[in-house]
C-alpha cells in the first residue's frame, strides 16, 4: 500500500521556520521524483518545490532563497526547510510522489499539512 505521510506543519510568526517532513512507504522511494505542492485557501494547488531521484531541485519563483527541499532515501522521507516565513505562505502543504517504471506509473498525494504564518 503506497503511503505517503505528512508531518511538521503548525503555527508560525512571519520571519519564522518549519520544517516538513513526509514518510513514504509501499514503492520504491529512492527511484521517486518527490514534490510539495501547496493549496491555500480559494486558491489552486501550486508546485512549491521538486527533487528528482537524481537529487536534482527545483523551486517555485515564490520561495526561491527561502525554502530547501531536501530527501533522505534511507529514510523514505522527503523535507521542505522553510525559512522567512510570510503571511502568504499560509497553506495546506502536500507531499507528492511520482515514479514511472515500464510497468506502471505511480502518482501519490500524502492527506496535507496545514501552515499557518501568522502574528
Known amino acids: 500500500q503506497v503511503l505517503l505521510v505528512e508531518s511538521g506543519g503548525g503555527l508560525v510568526q512571519p520571519g519564522g521556520s518549519l520544517r516538513l517532513s513526509c514518510a513514504a512507504s509501499?514503492?520504491?522511494?529512492?527511484?521517486?521524483?518527490m514534490s510539495w505542492y501547496r493549496q491555500a485557501p480559494g486558491k489552486e494547488r501550486e508546485l512549491v518545490a521538486f527533487?528528482?531521484?537524481?537529487?536534482?531541485?527545483n523551486y517555485a519563483d515564490s520561495v526561491k532563497g527561502r525554502f530547501t527541499i531536501s530527501r533522505d532515501n534511507s529514510e523514505n522521507t522527503v523535507y521542505l526547510q522553510m525559512n522567512s516565513l510570510k503571511p502568504e505562505d499560509t497553506a495546506v502543504y502536500y507531499c507528492?510522489?511520482?515514479?514511472?517504471?515500464?510497468?506502471?506509473?505511480?502518482?501519490?498525494w500524502g492527506q496535507g499539512t496545514l501552515v499557518t504564518v501568522s502574528a
Open positions: 509501499g514503492f520504491t522511494f529512492s527511484n521517486s521524483h
Open positions: 527533487i528528482s531521484a537524481t537529487l536534482s531541485t
Open positions: 507528492h510522489a511520482r515514479l514511472v517504471t515500464p510497468w506502471r506509473t505511480l502518482d501519490a
